[in-house]
Structure formats: C-alpha cells, structure tokens
Nanobody, 114 residues
C-alpha cells in the first residue's frame, strides 16, 4: 500500500493543524503517526487500528492530538491542538501490524512558531 501524508505547514504555538494520510487502497493495517525533529531520532506519536478503536498515543501528545480514521476514504487523520514549539518535526504516517510498520509515507513538515 502507498501512503501520502499532507497537511503540514507553519502554525503559531497554541494553534491547531490537521494532517491527513491517504492510503492507495482499502486495508486493515494499524496506522501510525511518527515524527522526527531536527537532530533527533524518529519517535512514535500515535496509532489507530483499522476498526477505528484501540488508539494509542505518546505521553507527549496525549490530550492534545487525536487520531481518527475514515475507512471509506482510506484516510487517517492526525488532529493536533495546542501545538508547542517542540512539536516541530517532519510527520510521517505508516502502516503495519503488531508494532511492525512496513509501509511509510513521504512525510510532511510541521513548523510551530512562537
């Protein structure tokens, strides 16, 4: 499956942004979001099962970020609220099973300014 992430951009701290990840076909993968800040390793942001249940989030984004899934559109969304400077990163979506992400999108840059 091919993944296309979009929706990144420049936003002020405290603002919101919604990222999208469109899959090339219908699938039942677990969909995950990851991010990589400059000079840092890639880190897990959150994930959602194909049914839309069992969402999981990194502690750093809990209460601020929400992942949803529209199976009819083969698209997963990452709603990001109360953005902080430290949320600046390239965000990637990925698909896989059991914690193993096999397919990756190209990444979309989110820049949070003060």
């Amino acid at each position: 499956v091919q993944l296309q992430a979009s929706g990144g951009g420049l936003v002020q701290a405290g603002g919101s942004l919604r990222l999208s990840c469109a899959a090339s076909r219908r699938n039942t993968y677990v969909m995950g979001w990851f991010r990589q800040a400059p000079g840092k390793e890639r880190e897990f942001v959150g994930s959602i099962r194909w049914s839309g249940s069992n969402r999981d989030y990194a502690d750093s984004v809990k209460g601020r970020f929400t992942i949803t899934r529209d199976s009819a559109k083969n698209t997963v969304y990452l709603q990001m609220n109360s953005l902080k400077l430290e949320d600046t990163a390239v965000y990637y979506c990925a698909a896989g099973y059991d914690g193993m992400y096999t397919y990756w999108g190209q990444g979309t840059l989110v820049t949070v300014s003060s």
